[in-house]
């Protein structure tokens, strides 16, 4: 069994900083990917920051240079960083592990957090 545990989010205004973090625990045998999707109210959810085991990150066009997604594949553990928020960040983030377990170690599986809302306003 995984648990997906994400902590981080909230309110802040135009041009602020916000930290999410999430952290995967459980009967884990491998990582393969670590991702942060969101999704504002009546859109799809949509990929934010990627990043894999080999440490390559992907991200949107919308928050390249102002979000940073960082990982700890040790602690099962993945960040992400976003600078110069805009109201049009406002959504529900969710982050997303892609990985094996000891017991299905045939085939990696996602396994996503309960969400986490960031607003932003002001």
């Known amino acids: 069994q995984v648990q997906i545990v994400e902590s981080g989010g909230g309110l802040v205004q135009p041009g602020e900083s916000l930290r999410l973090s999430c952290a995967a625990s459980g009967n884990i045998l491998k990582i393969y990917a670590m991702e942060w999707y969101r999704q504002a109210p009546g859109k799809q959810r949509e990929l934010v920051a990627a990043l894999t085991s080999g440490m390559n990150t992907n991200y949107a066009g919308s928050v390249k240079g102002r979000f940073t997604i960082s990982g700890d594949n040790a602690e099962n553990t993945v960040d992400l960083e976003m600078t110069s928020l805009k109201p049009e960040d406002t959504a529900v983030y969710y982050c997303?592990?892609?990985?094996?377990?000891?017991?299905?170690?045939?085939?990696?599986?996602?396994?996503w957090g309960q969400g986490t809302q960031v607003t932003i306003s002001s």
């Open positions: 997303k592990f892609r990985l094996t377990t000891r017991v299905l170690s045939y085939q990696a599986h996602d396994y």
